[in-house]
């Protein structure tokens, strides 16, 4: 629907855009995308691949970020069929566990990543390069009368995707994800927040957060979206595209900042600028708003337009959503997880709370237990763990209540505060309880620290700190 729907709204309009192997831009309108999308998914079918009498196919896409991947997603999934995204960067023992595991049947892959699944039947694994030939014959088959594809039957109870999700620990698990979790996800996330323009895709497509907000979200409200394709691009990406929104995890966000004071720090700026912001902050306040004038060397790099950071993904300080309000960026913090499809909540551009992930989306139900564990429910809710009926339990419980692992509450406005994780909890010989993730954010602070993990070890507090480059050997 959200495919058909835009081709036929915004049919002109450039849905995707991206760099090709010259380096020149593509651009792709809704209407092509969906003819595309019907064109590979009509291909499919015509091998074989069209669901019957239950039976639905689990085909894994796997790849750097890319417009091919996306077409190969999207016909899989619109199809009726099971995509099942896997991460491009896992050793190839762990690849063949993950499709197993799920049942592939076929496999969309980058050229270079084929070796990953060499002990694969090689007759089911189709090479991304070669979408084009797939894609011609299906219109050609199109054309011939095949209307298969077009007719197929969307069940909203069916699984569309096989998310595998880490967690804290353990090896990965299969979330499945509906045709109703997806759609949920996507009609009610966009209530709590309004792009105003483009986008560049950072996040990688085999990541929940990535793909249905960071791609499908920006599809549901008909704005472009240019996919980068690794981050070695990103920076001449931002300047280009000029973006108005992009959609980070934690990790980018502390990069940027240290690379913003880093840059201060070599132009022996770093005095002018924090005074700038002083007299900027106090402005402000009186409602007279000069940082696109003050902070222009900070957000050129951005492509001076960027607006709005949906950041998720982890907990993400506060101290960074101030220093980037200050040059004229807001960072509007969410939360979720691959098995809520994943957003459950989000600040929002006109209310938000800072220290908080801001409040739930329309459709999500929160509770504290006893215990302090934050609560979850609502449409978006995952249809269990594929074939872990354990595991699935263990997360679930018997009223349907998704149990996160992250201690929280609900306050009297409705914003929710996470305080740190359940299993992670320092437990001091006092009595005392202590959350590694607040020691973290403030020595994440610090300019010289790239990562640090803090743990308990014969019952002392344990940082490990990784340097950043400049500060190794010093």
């Not at 001076?304 to 101290?319: E, S, T, V």
């Amino acid at each position: 629907e959200l495919v058909t729907f835009r081709a036929d709204e915004s049919g002109d309009e450039v849905a995707l855009s991206f760099n090709n192997e010259s380096d020149q831009k593509v651009s792709k309108t809704f209407a092509q995308v969906a003819k595309e999308v019907n064109s590979l998914g009509t291909w499919l079918y015509t091998q074989g691949y069209q669901p019957k009498d239950g039976k639905l196919y689990h085909i894994a896409v796997l790849g750097d970020n890319s417009y091919a991947w996306l077409i190969a997603f999207l016909a899989i999934t619109n199809g009726g069929n099971v995509a099942v995204p896997i991460d491009k960067d896992l050793a190839d023992h762990e690849v063949m566990r993950i499709i197993n595991k799920a049942d592939v049947d076929a496999i969309f892959i980058a050229d270079d990543k084929k070796d990953l699944v060499k002990d694969f039947k090689q007759e089911k694994v189709y090479l991304l390069s070669q979408l084009a030939t797939f894609k011609q014959e299906g219109l050609d088959s199109i054309h011939d009368g095949n209307k298969s594809y077009y007719e197929a039957e969307m069940v909203d109870e069916n699984p569309t995707i096989i998310i595998f999700t880490s967690g804290t620990s353990g090896q990965s698990k299969g979330a499945v994800l509906t045709n109703l979790n997806i759609g949920a996800e996507l009609t009610l996330t966009v209530q709590n927040f309004k792009p105003e323009g483009s986008t560049v895709a950072v996040l990688p497509f085999h990541h929940a957060f990535g793909l249905i907000v960071g791609i499908f979200m920006v599809y549901y409200y008909g704005f472009e979206t240019f996919i980068n394709k690794n981050l070695r691009t990103i920076s001449k990406a931002l300047v280009n595209e000029k973006p108005n929104t992009i959609f980070l995890v934690p990790l980018f966000v502390e990069a940027f900042h240290k690379q913003i004071w880093r840059a201060a720090d070599k132009q022996k700026a770093t005095a002018k600028l924090k005074a700038a912001m002083a007299l900027s902050n106090s402005m402000l306040k009186t409602g007279i708003d000069m940082r696109e004038k003050f902070f222009e060397s900070v957000l050129t790099p951005f492509g001076r337009n960027l607006k709005w950071i949906i950041c998720g993904g982890a907990a993400l300080d506060p101290f960074y959503v101030k220093e980037f309000r200050s040059w004229g960026i807001e960072i509007l913090n969410g939360y979720g997880m691959t098995e809520c499809s994943p957003v459950v909540s989000v600040n929002r551009n006109l209310y938000r709370k800072d220290g908080t992930i801001g409040r739930g989306i329309p459709g999500a139900d929160f509770k504290t237990a006893d215990d302090e564990e934050l609560l979850v429910r609502g449409p978006f809710l995952m249809q269990g763990y594929y074939k872990d009926p354990e595991l699935t339990a263990e997360a679930i419980d018997e009223e349907g209540w998704y149990h996160t692992g992250d201690l929280g509450y609900v306050d009297e406005e409705g914003f929710i505060h996470l305080t740190g994780r359940k299993k992670n909890l320092i437990i001091l010989s006092t009595g005392e309880n202590i959350s590694p993730e607040e020691l973290e954010e403030n020595l994440q602070r610090d300019p010289a620290v790239c990562e640090c993990l803090v743990y308990e070890q014969d019952k002392k507090i344990v940082a490990e700190v990784f340097p950043e480059e400049d500060y190794r050997g010093n």
